[in-house]
Nanobody, 120 residues
Framework: VQLQASGGGLVQAGASLKLSCAAS????????MGWYRQAPGKQRELVAG???????DYADSVKGRFTISRDSAKNTVSLKMDSLKPEDTAVYYC???????????????WGQGTQVTVSS
């Protein structure tokens, strides 16, 4: 089972983008999910997380600008990013702590990164 992320791109400061992440095939369930980012020369950091029950958490740097959501029926997670700033430039990754498919549990599944570049 893999996660596939999409929606990155090049935008100007103040613009919006929406990232999406979906499982590569039909799965039974997905646990907590999150979006991380890694800028050049920096460590990967948690941007936003959402539990299987819908509880959300955000990094202080994105609170009020980013919104994470999930569609449990479709097993997808999205990140709506508004008022983007140049410092939001990074490769963004989605992650699931657990995916259950065909009675097999997979842990710490990462999607491939999607580049977000915000110009000033």
């Amino acid at each position: 089972v893999q996660l596939q992320a999409s929606g990155g791109g090049l935008v100007q400061a103040g613009a919006s983008l929406k990232l999406s992440c979906a499982a590569s095939r039909r799965v039974f369930s997905i646990g907590d999910m999150g979006w991380y980012r890694q800028a050049p020369g920096k460590q990967r950091e948690l941007v936003a997380g959402i539990s299987s029950g819908g509880t959300t958490d955000y990094a202080d740097s994105v609170k009020g600008r980013f919104t994470i959501s999930r569609d449990s029926a479709k097993n997808t997670v999205s990140l709506k990013m508004d008022s983007l700033k140049p410092e939001d430039t990074a490769v963004y990754y989605c992650k699931a702590d657990r995916i259950t498919s065909d009675r097999v549990a997979y842990y710490n599944i990462w999607g491939q990164g999607t580049q977000v570049t915000v110009s000033s």
